[in-house]
């Protein structure tokens, strides 16, 4: 894929500016989203969205002094630790943040590992006929999500007018990228989520004067309440010093913190590896090679540290980030960092937080369609040099998809594989018996 800006070229600093905000609107989200359904489980907050963006902020500039600014790519809240981080609420502030430790314990190992014996058996463990459809089924596996916002379930009952704004935003968002000057194909979401937003508040306007419900889709009530312009993020390990809400961390509430983060590390490393391969190949250069899965991996497992120690969450690779500089062709790093930067900024902006709050959700639904059907398609493109006239190769891609899209998970106590890993593990055991089997004849 031919990008306009590859990762070393520095675009002006308005239009970096502009990119920058783009970037941050794909993925503020789901970065809020997490905390939110966290404290959503518990009678008390107990993450705070502010913390939680500053935490992806500054976990992402973790992640580019690791990788030497060689890989642009965004980290944020990880949902794959939503149910251990509602677990470790139990354990305090400090829940998360040691956690998380151990986590990020795995990931350094694994580029330990990497470094000593280097990346052959990953390439041999999961060649593109496994990689290829996991990245599909990462962007397939959250279509449920994007029409379920598209059609405004998530935030209350079915509504045809939401799903009218949603798919006003997904066109905008599609014709300026596609048809669109050079300068519209660059920030095509901010021109899809800005007309979303208008023909939202436009229904929402009627709505109010004519006091019909069905049609209020934008609730202001953030913007109206908040308290003051300026808010300092209620920080995790600030919490975690004054008093860890009175809970003592005891050793048995090290150990289960450990068996509930440590092997979700494991799935999301597949995952990191997923991410990277899916952007190697939009950005046309091997992020497994240079800088180096070893650098990417401790990169993403010190920056879910920093994501934990001020906002209470893991981060980990966003698959939209990926989607937004495949849709733009803006590769350049120096958008990812001032997308961090923002974050930090952000984050001490009251009215900003609070006016993304008040983004319909249909609204994100329609960017979402042209996010993941990208992360979908991009996964479906690494099979263009698989021999799918080989059965063996079609077993294997059935065996990552169907489990994986029937939302297949295995639990193992209070452990849960989510559907993509428990695909990716059948996908991986199903090649290597008709590899063996193969071999055998």
């Known amino acids: 894929m031919n990008m306009i800006y590859n990762v070393e070229d520095r675009p002006r600093f308005m239009s970096n500016l502009v990119f920058a905000v783009q970037q941050l609107l794909a993925i503020i989200a789901a970065t809020l989203l997490v905390p939110t359904l966290v404290n959503a489980s518990q009678d008390t907050i107990v993450m705070d969205q502010a ?119 997904f066109a905008v968002t599609v014709i300026a990228s596609a048809r669109g000057n050079k300068t519209t194909k660059l920030i095509p979401f901010i021109i899809g989520i800005l007309s979303g937003y208008v023909a939202a508040s436009v ?28 808010r300092l993020p209620e920080f995790t390990f600030v919490q975690a010093i004054n008093g860890n809400a009175g809970i003592e961390i005891t050793a048995t509430m090290v150990i289960n913190l450990l068996v509930l983060f440590a092997p979700v590390a494991l799935v999301v490393f597949a995952e990191h590896i997923a991410d990277h391969k899916n952007l190697s190949s939009v950005i046309g250069r091997d992020l497994i090679k240079d800088p180096g899965l070893d650098k990417t991996l401790l990169g993403d497992g010190v920056g879910s540290m920093a994501g934990a120690v001020f906002g209470g969450c893991p981060n980990t690779t966003y698959g939209e980030a990926i989607g937004c500089v495949a849709i733009s062709g803006n590769a350049s790093i120096y958008t990812i960092i001032t997308t961090a930067i923002l974050c930090l900024i952000v984050s001490f902006l009251n009215p900003i937080v609070q006016f993304i709050n008040t983004i ?46 029937g939302g297949l998970t295995l639990n193992f106590g209070s452990i849960q594989i989510s559907s993509i890993a428990s695909a990716l593990i059948i996908g991986i055991v199903v090649n290597f018996i008709l590899k063996v089997g193969k071999k055998a004849k």
Request: aromatic share 10%; glycine share 12%.
């Open 360 to 405: 319909p959700v249909c609204v994100v639904g329609g960017v979402c369609i042209a996010l993941y059907g990208f992360i979908a398609v991009s996964g479906l493109k690494m099979l263009h040099d698989v021999d799918l006239g080989d059965n063996n190769n079609l077993f294997v891609v059935s065996a990552v998809l169907v489990p994986g899209i």
């Open 203 to 230: 229904f929402t306007v009627i709505g109010n004067a004519a006091d019909i419900d069905y049609l209020k889709l934008i609730d202001y009530t953030p913007l109206t309440t908040m308290d003051g312009i300026f």
């Open 51 to 169: 913390a939680a963006l500053f935490g992806a902020g500054m976990g992402t500039l973790v992640y580019v002094l690791f990788t030497k600014r060689r890989s642009p790519v965004f980290l944020g809240s990880s949902f794959a630790f939503i149910s251990p981080l509602i677990g470790a609420a139990g354990c305090g502030f400090l829940g998360s943040i040691i956690g998380t430790a151990f986590a990020a314990a795995v990931y350094v190992i694994i580029a330990v590992v990497i470094k000593l014996i280097g990346t052959r058996w990953v390439d041999k463990l999961l060649p593109p006929v496994i990689i290829g459809p996991t990245v599909a089924l990462i962007g397939l596996s959250l279509c449920g999500s994007a029409v379920n916002n598209l059609n405004n379930t998530s935030a209350g009952e079915y509504n045809l007018v939401a799903i009218l704004c949603g798919i006003i935003t």
